[in-house]
């Protein structure tokens, strides 16, 4: 049984990562939504999945959000796993009978944390209201409402209940939610740019997308990348403080550049520069951007080698881990790009909408997002089997997940 997963991220009020969203499909026995709609091949999907995987290795440790059908509460599925890494989503059109409050009761019990899922506030739902640690809102324009919220306050133990604002789609939508007591978030404001510029980029920008660029090539330039982190006093004493750690128990203190970045090797060089580059660059920008372009980067450079296209495994590498540029940079991307020299392919797939590289971007967008539809017409566009590319997906959160720990 093949089982596809999305992994959307929940932050908190400073916008640091607090937990991550799992969504799930399974074949055909699921909606348009992703959720399993037969509770023996859901639990069956859930419990192969998540156990063969292993949720903490899909959140690199950190508090897995899942969706549970009714039947897999009165099941006790949830028990299967650790209540310090799953939280119990309990959906909106679950109904509160006896049986479902008694089996949620039990888990809590057990340590498990509760989540109401989309909710509004109705009296007969006030039993769940009672048990839950966390009441998701949805704020998308034309859905929330000020009354539900105020409902929901008024009933809820808000000594100990936090509210989670969901669909939050812009800037203004966080800090609408944030006023309004909420304190925790899921959305795609924090990957979209507020406002675009046209002004020059600066100086220790511009070296980290050329250091990226350069450490990314097939045959890297040492002598290259040494000159730009010269340019670059910061740079500079982070790869010599890493070479001079004890993870490389050298003999001798290393103080030269060049010979630091030669003995980290092209594959450890690599793995430094994405990590360093990003960060500098996402520096006042939420955290989990780092991590959403590592994983993209990953995940495209595997899909060239799927398409038999291994020689352009560089510039699709590339393609994923430039692909959120504009948001990290707040600055357009033909802009960004007069300033740095890429392979043609990542410039056309980042600007131009029909191409390999572009479909590939959007492919990886649609499994983060859970639109399961859009990602299967991504896979015929690219003529890949979808559970290939699900199991790619994975490999590309453990390998972002195994860098960012590093």
């Known amino acids: 049984m093949q089982t596809y997963f999305a992994r959307q991220p929940i932050m908190d009020s400073n916008l640091r990562l607090f937990a991550y969203e799992l969504l ?10 992703g959720r399993l709609l037969d509770g023996n091949r859901a639990t069956a999907a859930v419990m192969e999945a ?6 903490s290795k899909i959140t690199g440790g950190k508090k897995a959000f899942v969706n549970f059908s009714g039947q897999l509460l009165l099941d006790g599925v949830p028990a299967f796993f650790s209540p310090g890494h799953l939280v119990i989503e309990v959906l909106e059109n679950i109904e509160p009978t006896a049986a479902l ?20 506030y109705k009296p007969d739902y006030q039993p769940l209201v009672d048990l839950a640690d ?39 939508t966080f800090e609408k939610a944030l006023q309004l007591g909420c ?41 290259m990348v040494a000159r730009i982190i010269k340019s670059d006093l910061s740079l500079s004493l982070r790869v010599l403080k890493l070479v001079n750690s ?54 495209c450079e595997k899909i060239a080698v799927a398409l038999g296209r291994r020689k352009d495994g560089e510039a699709f590498f ?9 948001v990290m940079m707040a600055c357009d991307m033909e802009v960004i790009l007069r300033e740095v020299m890429v392979p043609e392919l990542t410039r056309s797939a980042l600007l131009d909408p029909h ?31 979808s559970g290939m590319v699900s199991a790619l997906y994975v490999d590309a959160l453990r390998w972002s997940n195994d860098l960012y720990t590093v």
């Open 355 to 385: 191409n390999a590289g572009r479909y590939t971007i959007d492919l990886i967008v649609a499994l983060e997002r859970g639109q399961w539809d859009a990602a299967l017409r991504g896979c015929k566009k690219l003529r890949l089997d």
């Open 101 to 120: 409050i008694e089996a949620l009761t039990m888990l809590k019990k057990k340590g498990f944390t509760i989540a109401l899922d989309d909710f509004e």
């Open 246 to 299: 004890a993870y490389f128990s050298l003999p001798n203190e290393i103080r030269d550049i060049l010979q630091a970045v030669v003995i980290l090797g092209a594959r450890e060089l690599k793995k430094w520069v994405s990590f360093v580059s990003l960060s500098d660059l996402c520096v006042d920008k939420p955290a989990e951007l780092v991590q959403m372009s590592l994983t993209r980067a990953h995940f």
């Open 318 to 326: 590339l393609t994923g881990m430039f692909s959120l540029l504009e």
């Open 50 to 55: 998540f156990q063969t995987l292993g949720i």
């Open 183 to 223: 304190r925790l978030f899921q959305g795609y404001f924090f990957a979209k740019p507020a406002n675009m510029c046209q002004p020059a980029i600066n100086m220790t920008k511009m070296n980290c997308m050329r250091l990226i660029a350069e450490a990314s090539r097939a045959e890297v330039d040492f002598p």
């Open 24 to 33: 799930y499909r399974s074949g055909p026995h699921a909606d348009s939504a």
């Open 134 to 172: 966390i009441i998701k809102i949805d704020f998308l324009e034309g859905v929330f409402t000020m009354k539900n919220l105020q409902d929901i306050i008024s009933h809820a133990n808000m000594s100990r209940c936090v509210l989670l604002a969901e669909k939050v789609e812009s800037r203004e």
